[in-house]
């Protein structure tokens, strides 16, 4: 099954049928009705495949990642284990969307150890709410969807989609993962079980058995040993095992030889009053090889927050080099599905 979002137009609709190539295209119409059109140029999967589900985007291209039945459900166990999730007492809601595997893990997680489970066609503040109120214990959100309920209604959040807000509540557990690991693997700074994780030059590079097979073109990103480097920078605590995650290595910005990670500085502006939403990513600067600059929704446009206020802001916590050195006030900012700023719309 290769899931769809719905709000694709149909050019961008064309191209990811032509590069995933599956065998026909079903459509539930309003109605209830289905509709099944055969598709030219289809390719097989082998035997044991699952998924295939499109990458984000937030980095180029969108890969088709197979995801075989015996990896979703070593995602389902270890994820369920760590939460502790009960078939008889819990249930999921699943309202992000499920054309990404941060909405669609919910669903095969349920499925797969018996768990109760509430789909809806998307985040609805008011759904949401009532579906907690209404039995549903567990949920997966993204931090923009945190903010817009209570979170005391459930029992426990997964959040994905990109940096956890600071002011998170205990039960809200900030999970890291991508399509390729069939969804978070690291929740709250700690491997699953059955998960490796190790660093190499400084980047992450994980392991398990809910690892992608290949991707839709037959290539896969796996070394011979079955690790998947992520393109991620961080590090693992050597004695504890604890794994902190600095960050996309195309991310970092080096402003007169500092290095700068801009979830650290967009974590901190987060916290001003004025501050809705942001964006942190290096600009070319003559003098300082890249200059901090901070893309900000403010939360009154006409009152938006001065350079100097946020300078001062970031360096009540953070070295002086991690203020930013521009600010642009933006009335929104690119985003995936699920959160993920595009910073590779706005450098």
Same mark, same amino acid.
């Given at each position: 099954?290769?899931?769809?979002?719905?709000?694709?137009?149909?050019?961008?609709?064309?191209?990811?049928?032509?590069?995933?190539?599956?065998?026909?295209?079903?459509?539930?119409?309003?109605?209830?009705?289905?509709?099944?059109?055969?598709?030219?140029?289809?390719? =097989?999967?082998?035997?044991?495949? #699952?998924?295939? /589900? %499109? *990458?984000? @985007?937030? +980095?180029? $291209?969108?890969? &088709?990642? !197979?995801?075989?039945?015996?990896?979703?459900?070593?995602?389902?166990?270890?994820?369920?284990?760590?939460?502790?999730?009960?078939?008889?007492?819990?249930?999921?809601?699943?309202?992000?969307?499920?054309?990404?595997?941060?909405?669609?893990?919910?669903?095969?997680?349920?499925?797969?150890?018996?768990?109760?489970?509430?789909?809806?066609?998307?985040?609805?503040?008011?759904?949401?709410?009532?579906?907690?109120?209404?039995?549903?214990?567990?949920?997966?959100?993204?931090?923009?969807?945190?903010?817009?309920?209570?979170?005391?209604?459930?029992?426990?959040?997964?959040?994905?989609?990109?940096? =956890?807000?600071?002011?998170?509540? #205990?039960?809200? /557990? %900030? *999970?890291? @993962?991508? +399509?390729? $690991?069939?969804? &978070?693997? !690291?929740?709250?700074?700690?491997?699953?079980?059955?998960?490796?994780?190790?660093?190499?030059?400084?980047?992450?590079?994980?392991?398990?058995?809910?690892?992608?097979?290949?991707?839709?073109?037959?290539?896969?990103?796996?070394?011979?040993?079955?690790?998947?480097?992520?393109?991620?920078?961080?590090?693992?605590?050597?004695?504890?095992?604890?794994?902190?995650?600095?960050?996309?290595?195309?991310?970092?910005?080096?402003?007169?030889?500092?290095?700068?990670?801009?979830?650290?500085?967009?974590?901190?502006?987060?916290?001003?009053?004025?501050?809705?939403?942001?964006?942190?990513?290096?600009? =070319?600067?003559?003098?300082?090889?890249?200059?901090?600059? %901070?893309?900000?929704?403010?939360?009154?446009?006409?009152?938006?927050?001065?350079?100097?206020?946020?300078?001062?802001?970031?360096?009540?916590?953070?070295?002086?080099?991690?203020?930013?050195?521009?600010?642009?006030?933006?009335?929104?900012?690119?985003?995936?599905?699920?959160?993920?700023?595009?910073?590779?719309?706005?450098?």
């Amino acid at each position: 099954m290769l899931p769809i979002d719905t709000r694709l137009p149909r050019p961008a609709l064309d191209v990811l049928l032509a590069t995933m190539a599956p065998d026909e295209l079903v459509e539930i119409r309003p109605n209830g009705n289905i509709l099944r059109t055969p598709l030219d140029r289809a390719r =097989p999967v082998e035997p044991g495949d #699952a998924l295939v /589900v %499109a *990458t984000s @985007g937030t +980095t180029g $291209t969108q890969k &088709g990642v !197979v995801l075989a039945h015996d990896a979703v459900a070593a995602s389902a166990l270890a994820t369920s284990t760590r939460l502790d999730v009960d078939p008889d007492r819990h249930r999921w809601l699943a309202c992000l969307p499920l054309s990404h595997v941060g909405g669609l893990s919910v669903v095969t997680r349920a499925l797969h150890t018996g768990t109760d489970l509430e789909v809806h066609d998307g985040f609805d503040a008011g759904r949401a709410t009532e579906a907690a109120r209404h039995g549903a214990t567990h949920v997966s959100l993204v931090g923009t969807a945190l903010s817009r309920i209570d979170p005391a209604l459930f029992e426990c959040i997964v959040l994905g989609g990109s940096a =956890p807000p600071p002011d998170r509540p #205990a039960h809200a /557990v %900030a *999970t890291y @993962g991508m +399509t390729e $690991t069939g969804s &978070g693997i !690291v929740y709250d700074g700690w491997p699953l079980d059955g998960v490796e994780v190790r660093t190499v030059d400084g980047e992450l590079h994980v392991r398990g058995p809910m690892l992608l097979r290949s991707y839709r073109d037959g290539t896969s990103p796996l070394t011979d040993e079955g690790w998947l480097p992520t393109g991620d920078l961080g590090e693992v605590d050597a004695d504890t095992g604890e794994v902190r995650v600095h960050g996309r290595a195309g991310d970092l910005i080096i402003t007169g030889g500092e290095n700068v990670w801009p979830s650290t500085v967009e974590a901190t502006l987060s916290t001003h009053p004025a501050v809705a939403a942001v964006a942190v990513v290096g600009r =070319p600067d003559g003098e300082w090889g890249h200059r901090v600059a %901070a893309l900000v929704l403010p939360v009154d446009p006409d009152a938006p927050p001065s350079l100097d206020e946020l300078r001062d802001h970031v360096k009540a916590t953070l070295p002086a080099y991690c203020a930013p050195r521009e600010v642009e006030i933006v009335a929104d900012l690119p985003r995936t599905a699920l959160g993920k700023v595009r910073r590779t719309d706005i450098a």
